[in-house]
């Protein structure tokens, strides 16, 4: 069990601070201290000292040590050719090599990278050398084992990559060449020990005093390890892994991106000019709101960053594209009420299908567009998500995001049920936010016969939202002939309040609505720039800057510039072209059928759309007519295609609702997780679907208990490391499986928001040259050369040329694995399910299925690399399935057992 005291201190960090040369006599062989023993030409005498200096005898190996190389760097003596020539004959004197004769000329230090992972306990990792660069320079030695790009390192034989020795003047000079040195080493396809030897490179102790055996024990701090970035090679995995098996979002039709990249306009140098939001910041949301209302001329809320792609491209639109476009928007489009940038479907979608971080959005967007009011969509008490949340993970979103440059919350429920609107409006408040109460419109106030939702209605929601804080009044989803009325009725009562409207152009009248709105007294409207305008997204901004131009409503926006924002957009559309609704969708007619054709192409209903567009109507009259706005709209089309799928009437629906199996989005909203709603829940149809099943009372989320954000970022760097973020934490909280699947597609293929988006989407064509800039100043140059055949394990070779040199990646080929059989993998976000910690063979299962098991006990044996690694069990339980045999041979994290947790 015992080694030299050099490896016991630093993990395979080998330091020879020599004093002496006597340890020359023999060839590496350290006797000195023990002529009188009579050892000779022994090889290596390995030994302890104490603190007292008194030695204590480990071993005598009969050959050079791994260390000799120390040695020759600070005595210049060859050992090896020594040795030989001893073995022809000669003698030490004859070779020169007497006590007299040695001088330690500095310090060398030695350093064995090896392919063992620090964090697990220096457990061996195996696998395919992807790349290997050494470091080098002066005063660096390398003594190289087998290392080279597409190596396989086996489970069975020595770890070792190479040893660097680094010599210097004195201990902090080797120290400094070998920190540098191993810094630029690049390794990929395996773990490696070189994060854990640059920390003790960097250790004080170790620099500049004694350290002994409990070294290690003492500074755990060691194994802080800096993760490896490993950028370039996981995207080049993430582009071979498109090109094997396609996009990885994904994609309703067969429609390619656009190959052609949009032209940016031409932004002016320095800083943008003033805008509302530096009122916001000079006066806070009352002052901001009141410059809104004394505003002369009609304000826009630009929905281009947010609902207008929501409505045409499935959300799809990436940050890679936004940021191009956005100083544009700062230099030109100043005097906007607001840019409609993020939360509703953005934030989900952006880590579910663009593997990007919601918050990363924000924030670099807030870089690019200091002077223009940010707005976002929060779903009340539900914030961001689909769900209810505890109360102060609401406010903590809120918190967070007014940190991160947020300035507008639109709060909206999808009833108007006002307990839900109003937590998310004291949430915003208290961040500091505008608060943006919206008031969520269907029905027809214009119509007497249609009382359920009136005038009056209308009238009494906003007197409450009013008396809840609210700092600009918000009205969303409008008819032209209905406009008058209500804006009218609002603005004679609040003359004071800013009023902004909503609306979608499906029916081709948004720009007419607007404009009525706008005479009617609103002070905003929301429109989209020309060529992201129109069906279900916004009215045209063009259009609305002419009709409005010269008059009292005039924007003070040019046209030209318009024209030149709208002239990017045009060409950026072309890239998402296999989510554009205008090659998904074949009716113009409708409200919320851009997310509803989706759903019905998902389901296998798209030869039916115009059957479930129908049922949709029946469906919400069964629901009792409901406001539809996102989820109450999700859940009467889950229930339209239901009644298609199963080839139900409106009237079969009700006469068989107590035996039906209904979707669970339906049965839900009837037990009340999403609120009440106007006018109650539809009996008797409520109880008969319902039965025996539990109704929630009031607001659904006021009973849950608060969230533990301590214990849930202690989770979160437990499964992913040090780096995670409060706003990791909150998106986690917001979407926990989404999150984590994110943040693993990121552990496998890096930053792929770097990537434009023709690349995410559909991956590079053999012999494409393009570049990526990972970070500003970091460009990387790919060549895309060739798919490789199929191997035996169903992988295939991709190669790439990155920055004039060869690079290759192995691809899962998921067609092919399907038909090929594998060995599970324990899945980390599945508690009991035990996984192989190493790669090994199984020597030893030390359970059986049935067997109860307390946390800590031994499960199974591993055997690799001459060492053993017992796996012992997580928790306590019962083991109900094993996965291994004895003589299994395994792969990391390959499944061993399942343990079901004792309750």
């Known amino acids: 069990p015992y080694r030299s005291a050099m490896r016991m201190l630093t993990g395979s960090c080998y330091i020879s601070p020599y004093r002496s040369a006597m340890r020359m006599l023999t060839g590496s062989c350290y006797i000195s201290p023990y002529r009188s023993v009579g050892y000779e030409n022994a090889g290596t005498v390995e030994f302890l000292v104490d603190k007292h200096g008194k030695h204590y005898f480990i071993e005598v190996n009969s050959r050079l040590q791994v260390e000799h190389t120390v040695t020759e760097e600070v005595t210049d003596v060859d050992l090896v050719h020594a040795q030989l020539r001893v073995c022809e004959g000669r003698s030490l004197p004859e070779l020169g090599l007497t006590q007299e004769t040695i001088r330690v000329n500095g310090c060398a230090i030695q350093c064995r990278v090896t392919t063992e992972d620090p964090a697990r306990g220096f457990q061996p990792d195996t696998g395919r050398l992807e790349v290997f660069r050494s470091g080098e320079g002066m005063g660096i030695r390398l003594d190289s084992a087998s290392a080279f790009p597409g190596a396989v390192i086996s489970p069975h034989y020595d770890s070792l990559l190479v040893k660097v020795i680094a010599s210097g003047k004195d201990m902090s000079t080797a120290a400094a060449k070998m920190h540098r040195a191993l810094s630029e080493f690049r390794v990929r396809g395996v773990k490696t020990n070189i994060p854990f030897l640059q920390n003790v490179l960097s250790n004080h102790q170790f620099l500049h005093s004694t350290v002994d055996t409990q070294f290690i024990d003492e500074n755990q701090n060691l194994f802080i390890m800096k993760p490896v970035q490993n950028r370039a090679q996981k995207l080049l995995h993430y582009l071979g892994h498109v090109m094997v098996n396609g996009p990885t979002t994904p994609i309703p039709v067969k429609a390619k991106p656009s190959s052609i990249d949009p032209v940016i306009p031409t932004v002016p140098m320095g800083e943008p000019s003033l805008g509302f939001r530096d009122v916001l910041l000079r006066e806070g949301p009352e002052g901001f709101a009141k410059a809104v209302r004394a505003h002369p001329g009609l304000l826009f809320m630009d929905t281009t960053f947010r609902d207008a792609h929501q409505s045409l491209l499935a959300t799809r639109v990436r940050t890679h594209d936004l940021k191009k476009i956005a100083p544009y928007v700062s230099h030109n489009f100043n005097n906007l009420f607001s840019l409609e940038n993020w939360g509703g479907a953005t934030f989900d979608v952006a880590m579910r299908f663009l593997y990007e971080c919601p918050w990363k959005r924000l924030q670099e967007l807030r870089t690019l567009v200091p002077n223009v009011p940010f707005q976002m969509l929060l779903r009340g008490a539900n914030a961001v998500g689909y769900t209810n949340y505890p109360d102060n993970a609401v406010f903590k979103f809120c918190e967070v995001a007014k940190e991160n440059g947020m300035d507008i919350f639109r709060v909206f429920d999808s009833l108007n049920y006002l307990p839900n609107m109003i937590l998310g409006m004291e949430a915003a408040g208290r961040a500091g936010g505008v608060v943006e109460a919206a008031i969520s419109y269907t029905g027809d106030v214009s119509d007497p016969m249609r009382q359920k939702y009136s005038l009056a209605y209308y009238v009494k929601l906003t007197e409450e939202l009013m008396k809840a804080g609210t700092h600009v009044l918000y009205v969303t989803r409008w008819h032209s002939s209905q406009t008058r009325i209500l804006i009218s009725a609002l603005r004679d009562r609040y003359p004071d309040v800013p009023i902004h409207v909503h609306t979608h152009d499906t029916a081709g009248a948004g720009v007419a609505a607007m404009l009525a709105c706008a005479e009617a007294g609103a002070d905003v409207v929301d429109v989209a ?55 998904t969708m074949k009716s113009d007619s409708g409200g919320q059928y851009t997310n509803l054709h989706f759903q019905a192409h998902s389901m296998g209903l798209g030869n039916k759309f115009k059957q479930v567009k129908k049922s949709y109507s029946e469906a919400n009259k069964l629901l009792g007519d409901l406001i ?67 109704r929630i009372e009031g607001r659904p989320g006021a009973t849950l208990p608060p969230l533990d954000f301590d214990a849930l970022e202690a989770g979160l760097r437990l499964l992913h490391g040090d780096d995670i973020t409060q706003e990791d934490v909150m998106s986690a909280a917001m979407y926990p499986k989404v999150f ?52 035996k394990t169903g992988q295939r070779g991709v190669f790439f040329e990155l920055n004039g040199q060869l690079r290759s990646v192995l691809v899962k080929d998921n067609v092919a694995m399907k038909e090929m059989k594998f060995h599970p993998k324990a899945l980390k976000s599945v508690r009991g399910q035990v996984g192989a910690p190493m790669p090994g063979k199984v020597i030893e299962v030390k359970v059986e299925p049935g067997q109860k098991v307390e946390k800590g006990q031994p499960l199974c044996v591993l055997s690799a690399m001459k060492m053993e690694t017992v796996v012992n069990s997580p928790l306590t339980g019962v083991v109900t399935v094993i996965h291994v045999d004895t003589d299994n041979s395994l792969e990391g994290d390959d499944l061993i057992l399942e343990i079901t947790a004792e309750e």
Request: charged fraction near 25%.
């Open 740 to 791: 984590q699947e994110y943040k693993e597609f990121t552990g496998s293929f890096g930053p792929v928001d770097c990537l434009s988006t023709r690349l995410f989407l559909d991956g590079p064509k053999i012999a494409e040259e393009f570049q990526v800039e990972i970070e500003r100043g970091k460009t990387l140059h790919i060549k895309a050369l060739a798919v490789g055949d199929l191997n």
């Open 529 to 583: 720039v020309d060529s992201m305008a129109g069906m279900t997204s916004q009215p045209s901004m063009g259009a609305m800057v002419a009709c409005t131009k010269g008059t009292k409503l005039d924007t003070g926006i040019a046209l030209e510039k318009v024209f030149d924002y709208s002239e990017y957009w045009e060409v950026t559309r072309g890239l998402y072209a296999p989510f554009d609704c205008t090659a």
């Open 628 to 694: 539809k706005v996102t989820p109450s709209s999700k859940i009467v089309g889950d229930l339209a295609q239901f009644m298609v799928q199963n080839n139900l009437t409106r009237e079969e629906v009700e006469e068989k609702a107590d035996e039906l199996s209904f979707p669970l989005s339906v049965v839900e909203f009837l037990q009340g997780h999403i609120g009440i709603p106007h006018g109650g829940f539809p009996e008797p149809f409520r109880t008969r679907v319902l039965k025996s099943l539990p």
